[in-house]
Each structure stands twice: as C-alpha cells, then as structure tokens.
C-alpha cells in the first residue's frame, strides 16, 4: 500500500470477515452519510479521509446499492496520520453485526489473501 501523502488524513481498510449466513449479500459502508462502497466475499475496502470523528454505517443488501435501514455502525475517533482496520461480519445465529478492530500485522496478513472492492464513485 502507499503511504499517507497528507499528514491531516487518516487511512480505513474495512476487511469483510467469514460469515455463511450472508455471503449472497454485500456489505456496504457508508462513512457519514456518503456509501463508499460494497464488499463481496473475500474482498476488502480501503480509503483515506480527514482525521475528524465519524460515524461508519454498514448495511447487508443484495441489491448494487443499499436500501432500508443500517445494520450496525461504529464510531471512528481517528487520528491524523495513522491507518485502522475493522472486520465486519454477520454470523449465522447471532441477530447482530460483529465488528472487530484489527492489529496491524494480523490485518496485513488477511489483506494478503483477499482482493480489493471497488470504491463508489460521484454520481454512482
């Protein structure tokens, strides 16, 4: 991965973790109330954004784009400069999301075998 150019930013990888019970489904995340994109299996999110607390939104959805309700959020407090990553996943007997925030090793070696989603782009 590149570096951070902007010392103001920080970087978010969002690592969709094994879960059965939804994998006809994507994951999206919205950072606020702007999508950044959806994870299919074996697939993970990465994008660089300002260093001010937000609140990142997650919804299972079949369809291209979400619809209904979020399924589960997590509230970032990042600092400027640094890289987070979060597992999200949905397992099978549990009625709610599970999110996990990773160590930067383990990450790295998930993100090794995984393969990166597209981001939304405007006007999509």
Known sequence: STPLTNPEMCRVYLIRGGDLFSENKKLFVADGEKIIGGLGRDEY??????????????????????????????????????TYYLEVSFPRGENRMRKTVMMDEYARHLLGKMKPAPLETPGN
Do not use: M
């Open 45 to 82: 999110l990465c994008w660089d954004r300002p260093a001010t607390i937000t609140q990142l939104k997650f919804y299972l959805d079949s369809g291209a784009r979400p619809t209904g309700e979020s399924q589960g959020n997590h509230r970032l407090v990042p600092e400027p400069g640094k």
